[in-house]
């Protein structure tokens, strides 16, 4: 009896498997974008950048939407559907430290973003900007030319700068303002003394579509 019980208890363990994975099957099913105009597939965005004590700034970026997928999951409940976008993103900023005016900095960006919508509007994204540059501005600097001293005219440095991001944010459907995001940054500002010099961030903003009909805007 035991080893009958030994061998069943294997099986049902493979049959309730089955059966889940048969409820919770995937199906991706890629949207059609190729009849979207450029300024449909095009959103730019706005946000504060920087980490709030001692650096603070803005940020402006757009995307182009490159592939959308419809992944839909079969639950018990019944289906449940989220949208996976791959996008080309690139930005511009600045930041500084407005009480002391150092640490005053402008970099661009550009890269990738994934990001996940679920049915509720709820997003998850990651971006990777693997082309970056920061210039680094100085305060009031001199140099010796000769038996003179001179002051150098906007004294700066320049940087490579990659950076990552993760963050969340609400979509905004048939609004002008299509959604409202939170992400939190890395970036890599090297050579930086013959070394690397890390730096977090906060960007909170928002992304718009110009092109959007006018029953669109009139709801905003």
């Known amino acids: 009896m035991k080893l009958k019980l030994r061998l069943l208890i ?3 363990i493979v049959f309730v498997k089955v059966g889940f994975a048969q409820n919770l099957e995937d199906t991706d099913n890629p949207t059609n974008i190729a009849n979207r105009s450029f300024l449909d597939r095009t959103e730019f965005k706005v946000s504060y950048f920087g980490n709030i004590f001692w650096n603070n700034g803005l940020n402006f970026g757009a995307e182009y939407l490159l592939k959308e997928i419809a992944v839909v999951k079969n639950r018990k409940r019944g289906q449940r559907t989220n949208t996976h976008q791959f996008l ?3 930005n511009l900023g600045f930041t500084t430290n407005f009480a002391s005016k150092t640490d005053t900095g402008v970099f661009t960006n550009y890269g990738v973003t ?4 679920n049915k509720k509007g709820k997003q998850f994204s990651i971006e990777f900007n693997p082309l970056g540059y920061y ?3 100085l305060p009031e600097t001199f140099k010796v030319n000769g038996d003179n001293v001179e002051k150098v005219f906007l004294p700066s440095r320049g940087y490579y700068a990659p950076s990552i991001s993760v963050g969340i944010g609400k979509q905004r459907p048939g609004k002008k303002i299509t959604a409202r995001y939170f992400n939190i940054n890395f970036m890599l500002r090297t050579p930086y003394n013959a070394d690397i010099l890390p730096a ?5 903003g928002y992304r718009f579509n110009f092109k959007k009909k006018k029953r669109d805007a009139k709801r905003n």
């Open 88 to 90: 080309l993103n690139g």
């Open 114 to 117: 994934w990001r996940r919508t």
């Open 10 to 12: 294997p099986i049902l």
């Open 200 to 204: 977090f961030n906060f960007e909170y």
């Open 135 to 137: 210039r680094s501005f």
